[in-house]
């Protein structure tokens, strides 16, 4: 069986698996992944999960075979944890106080490392993208350039080089020619909060070894509803004319962070949920970088990950991933996971607050409407946006699918009107059972499980001139639970779920975040 807290070993080299079944001759690339690997380092552990310190590791497809190898993202935070033999770089969920063998001066100093907290660069969330660069990211300040072949941790980067950024996204998106578009937190610069998308240009010539990421540039702000306590958000969504982001009322106290050290409590105890309070959605028009006028809000929610966003006939729509509360963290909590293992049908677990794949549509123009009316015109959807007598438009979802997670589309599509998004299932618990193919048309769902296996985030690989949506694969990276049995990366036919191959890995595969797959000839 898993064990959560248990270190990982790395394997720097690459090693071919064991392939069962055959590869499409058309898939040739390598997956990367990253995700926590080291739990404790001498007598100090990690309290939760996504703290753990950061772990690639990468599938590389190439004429039928299959390799793997694994690096850890030997950061600034790895480094010092290392050097100290404890930890010593505090974590979202686990603050790190000095050895008590340390003199006054040593513990002073680390106390005003916490007052101003400069945040960590384990970037463990995700591998992104800028330019023809390859980062690990997570959702501080600083994201730190990989080589995607060998896993080697190259450049460190500090957006707040660039913008007055605390906070930024790990998961941006890309246009056509290659731009990318992100979004972080602007936390009292200039006596303000805000949310600022950003830009960070594709790079025109190859030939320029310059990292785009100088390059970046704000394209807009909002202005954040309250001064001390931004909203929390993973992602955001974009499509050819707008920008889409959900303001909820899961939010950052400011203050609280500020004086967490020295209260003896973690950053994200700081965190908290109102629910008495509404979710503002904000729509931003790309061409003239401000915010539309309608204003549009639904109920209190938590949002983590955006599935897609289109327009159709004078509408938005876009999917989200969303909670009824902030219950998802505490899943992740390591004697919580541990005890889910020991006691997996125990009444004394935390709730856990399964969540639904939902639809919200926001009409384009509200003019010559009365209070009370339906705005949305679309058919194909329940959907609705009802004027209010203060003119703002209360939205109200159709649930698309329930006990979903970890949204994957075929990215051509991103921002364009879809159909199949590919999920992991995570019905009775917030570790994955399953792969799911969900039609947004028809609601038709299919499944791949198998017995004691748990897959990571469902990625699409499109075959190469396909015209059909969903002519490609799936690659997933699976933890075999089975006695004596290997993990391996799964190879689904996109169209019909049903196995295509297996690579069986001579290494314990860990349970992983994000990815980013490369073509073989980028």
């Given at each position: 069986?898993?064990?959560?807290?248990?270190?990982?070993?790395e394997?720097?080299?690459?090693?071919?698996?064991?392939v069962?079944?055959?590869?499409?001759?058309?898939?040739q690339?390598?997956?990367?992944?990253?995700?926590?690997?080291?739990?404790?380092?001498?007598?100090?552990?990690?309290?939760?999960?996504?703290d753990?310190?950061?772990?690639?590791?990468?599938?590389?497809?190439?004429?039928?075979?299959?390799?793997?190898?694994?690096?850890?993202?030997?950061?600034?935070?790895?480094?010092?944890?290392?050097?100290?033999?404890?930890?010593?770089?505090?974590?979202?969920?686990?603050?790190?106080?000095?050895?008590?063998?340390?003199?006054?001066?040593?513990?002073?100093?680390?106390?005003?490392?916490?007052?101003?907290?400069?945040?960590?660069?384990?970037?463990?969330?995700?591998?992104?993208?800028?330019?023809?660069d390859?980062?690990?990211?997570?959702?501080?300040?600083?994201?730190?350039?990989?080589?995607?072949?060998?896993?080697e941790?190259?450049d460190?980067?500090?957006?707040?080089?660039?913008l007055?950024?605390?906070?930024?996204?790990?998961?941006?998106?890309?246009?056509?020619?290659?731009?990318?578009?992100?979004?972080?937190?602007?936390?009292?610069?200039?006596?303000?909060?805000?949310?600022?998308?950003?830009?960070?240009?594709?790079?025109?010539?190859?030939?320029?070894?310059?990292p785009?990421?100088?390059n970046?540039?704000?394209?807009?702000s909002?202005?954040?509803?309250?001064?001390?306590?931004?909203?929390?958000?993973?992602?955001?969504?974009?499509?050819?004319?707008?920008?889409?982001?959900?303001?909820?009322?899961?939010?950052?106290?400011?203050?609280?962070?500020?004086?967490?050290?020295?209260?003896?409590v973690?950053?994200?105890s700081?965190?908290?949920?109102?629910?008495?309070?509404?979710?503002?959605?904000?729509?931003?028009?790309?061409?003239?970088?401000?915010?539309?006028?309608t204003?549009?809000?639904t109920?209190?929610?938590?949002?983590?990950?955006?599935?897609?966003?289109?327009?159709d006939d004078?509408?938005v729509v876009?999917?989200?991933?969303?909670y009824?509360?902030?219950?998802?963290?505490?899943?992740?909590?390591?004697?919580?996971?541990?005890q889910?293992?020991?006691?997996?049908?125990?009444?004394?677990?935390?709730?856990?607050?399964s969540?639904?794949?939902?639809r919200?549509?926001?009409?384009?123009?509200?003019?010559?409407?009365?209070?009370?009316?339906?705005?949305?015109?679309?058919k194909?959807?329940?959907?609705?946006?009802?004027?209010e007598?203060?003119?703002?438009?209360?939205?109200?979802?159709?649930?698309?699918?329930?006990?979903?997670?970890?949204?994957?589309?075929?990215?051509?599509?991103?921002?364009?009107?879809?159909?199949?998004?590919?999920?992991?299932?995570?019905?009775?618990?917030a570790?994955?059972?399953?792969?799911?193919?969900?039609?947004?048309?028809?609601?038709?769902?299919?499944?791949?499980?198998a017995?004691?296996?748990?897959?990571?985030e469902?990625?699409?690989?499109?075959?190469?001139?396909?015209?059909?949506?969903?002519?490609?694969?799936?690659?997933?990276?699976?933890?075999?639970?089975?006695?004596?049995?290997?993990?391996?990366?799964?190879?689904l036919?996109?169209?019909?779920?049903?196995?295509i191959?297996?690579?069986?890995?001579?290494?314990?595969?860990?349970?992983?975040?994000?990815?980013?797959?490369?073509?073989?000839?980028?």
């Amino acid at each position: 069986m898993y064990v959560y807290d248990q270190n990982k070993e790395e394997q720097p080299e690459p090693v071919e698996a064991d392939v069962t079944g055959t590869l499409p001759d058309w898939l040739q690339g390598t997956l990367v992944r990253v995700g926590p690997g080291i739990f404790s380092v001498g007598e100090t552990s990690y309290n939760h999960w996504f703290d753990g310190m950061a772990l690639m590791h990468s599938f590389t497809i190439k004429n039928g075979g299959v390799s793997h190898r694994s690096r850890y993202l030997r950061g600034d935070t790895y480094k010092a944890n290392m050097e100290a033999k404890r930890i010593v770089v505090s974590e979202m969920g686990t603050m790190a106080f000095p050895d008590p063998r340390k003199n006054i001066f040593s513990k002073f100093i680390t106390f005003l490392n916490h007052a101003v907290p400069d945040f960590t660069d384990n970037c463990v969330a995700n591998i992104i993208k800028y330019g023809n660069d390859y980062y690990a990211t997570s959702e501080t300040n600083y994201i730190r350039k990989i080589n995607p072949e060998t896993l080697e941790t190259l450049d460190k980067v500090d957006y707040l080089k660039y913008l007055p950024l605390s906070l930024v996204s790990s998961h941006p998106h890309y246009d056509k020619e290659g731009n990318a578009y992100n979004m972080g937190t602007s936390i009292g610069d200039k006596a303000k909060t805000k949310y600022v998308i950003l830009k960070v240009p594709a790079g025109t010539n190859a030939a320029d070894t310059t990292p785009v990421v100088k390059n970046m540039e704000a394209v807009c702000s909002i202005p954040s509803r309250t001064l001390l306590s931004p909203s929390y958000y993973h992602s955001f969504g974009m499509t050819d004319n707008y920008f889409i982001f959900i303001e909820q009322p899961f939010k950052i106290d400011i203050l609280k962070m500020a004086t967490a050290y020295v209260r003896g409590v973690n950053w994200a105890s700081c965190l908290k949920f109102n629910p008495e309070e509404n979710t503002l959605i904000h729509l931003i028009d790309r061409k003239s970088k401000k915010e539309v006028l309608t204003k549009y809000y639904t109920g209190a929610m938590v949002v983590y990950h955006h599935v897609n966003a289109f327009e159709d006939d004078g509408h938005v729509v876009f999917d989200v991933i969303a909670y009824e509360d902030n219950s998802l963290y505490d899943m992740f909590l390591i004697d919580e996971l541990k005890q889910r293992v020991k006691n997996p049908g125990s009444s004394s677990h935390k709730p856990y607050s399964s969540p639904k794949c939902k639809r919200f549509v926001l009409p384009l123009t509200d003019k010559a409407s009365e209070i009370g009316e339906d705005l949305v015109k679309l058919k194909y959807t329940t959907a609705s946006a009802v004027k209010e007598k203060d003119g703002k438009l209360l939205c109200q979802p159709e649930v698309l699918c329930g006990g979903v997670e970890l949204p994957r589309i075929n990215y051509d599509y991103n921002g364009k009107k879809h159909r199949f998004v590919y999920l992991t299932g995570v019905e009775m618990s917030a570790v994955a059972t399953k792969i799911i193919k969900l039609d947004v048309e028809t609601k038709e769902v299919q499944e791949w499980t198998a017995e004691n296996c748990w897959p990571s985030e469902a990625v699409f690989i499109a075959r190469p001139n396909a015209v059909e949506e969903d002519d490609g694969v799936v690659l997933t990276s699976v933890i075999n639970n089975e006695e004596g049995e290997q993990g391996f990366l799964l190879v689904l036919d996109a169209k019909t779920l049903k196995e295509i191959a297996r690579a069986h890995v001579k290494a314990a595969l860990h349970m992983d975040m994000h990815g980013h797959f490369i073509p073989q000839s980028s």
